[in-house]
T-cell receptor
């Protein structure tokens, strides 16, 4: 089944404790992206990747890191999480950058 | 700077009637527009799209209209069904960038 898998679904952590949210797609898509969803703000892009080893900042990259060492994986790393990073996070992929996106099920992150 | 705006946070309609969801954008470089639907505890899923060379695209009960001069698009759902109750995100794209609106929560009452 074609899908984008992100883990974990729920995560509660404390300020400053490094964490990684994993994302994997099995559709051989070139393009992958991370979004955060906040009330009244919709989906805001954090980072995106047009291809392996190519990553770029989106609208809200501060406090986040990503890597794209393999085509299928695009982990989101929070080196030192802060409470303002409490949000619902979505990973997405598409064949190319301006095509319809396939989203993962989301990761609800709470930073205390 | 919100380049894509959905000014109605919520919409409630009766089953069988038409639902009209609206979206405005500011960037004239956007050339591809999409609607996504999101149920609770799930990721958004693609619903329908339209390119800037068209002004209308239909898929079953769903029709998207694009007015380029007004930088406005709308999604029509006819007839609306209770299963359509969800949050709908409008998105606009140029080659490098896809921007999303804040979403409209549609409730279809039986």
């Amino acid at each position: 089944e074609a899908q984008v898998t992100q883990n974990p679904r729920y995560l509660i952590t404390v300020t400053g404790k490094k964490l990684t949210v994993t994302c994997s797609q099995n559709m051989n898509h070139e393009y992958m992206s991370w979004y955060r969803q906040d009330p009244g703000l919709g989906l805001r892009q954090i980072y995106y990747s047009m291809n392996v080893e190519v990553t770029d900042k989106g609208d809200v990259p501060e406090g986040y890191k990503v890597s794209r060492k393999e085509k299928r994986n695009f982990p989101l790393i929070l080196e030192s999480p802060s409470p303002n990073q409490t949000s619902l996070y979505f990973c997405a992929s598409s064949l190319y950058s301006n095509e319809k996106l396939f989203f993962g099920s989301g990761t609800q992150l709470s930073v205390l | 700077d919100q380049q894509v705006k959905q000014n109605s946070p919520s919409l409630s309609v009766q089953e069988g009637r038409i639902s009209i969801l609206n979206c405005d954008y500011t960037n004239s470089m956007f050339d591809y527009f999409l609607w996504y639907k999101k149920y609770p505890a799930e990721g958004p899923t693609f619903l329908i799209s339209i390119s800037s060379i068209k002004d209308k695209n239909e898929d079953g009960r769903f029709t998207v209209f694009l007015n380029k001069s007004a930088k406005h698009l709308s999604l029509h759902i006819v007839p609306s069904q209770p299963g359509d109750s969800a949050v709908y995100f409008c998105a606009a794209s140029d080659y490098n960038d896809m921007r999303f609106g804040a979403g409209t929560r549609l409730t279809v009452k039986p």
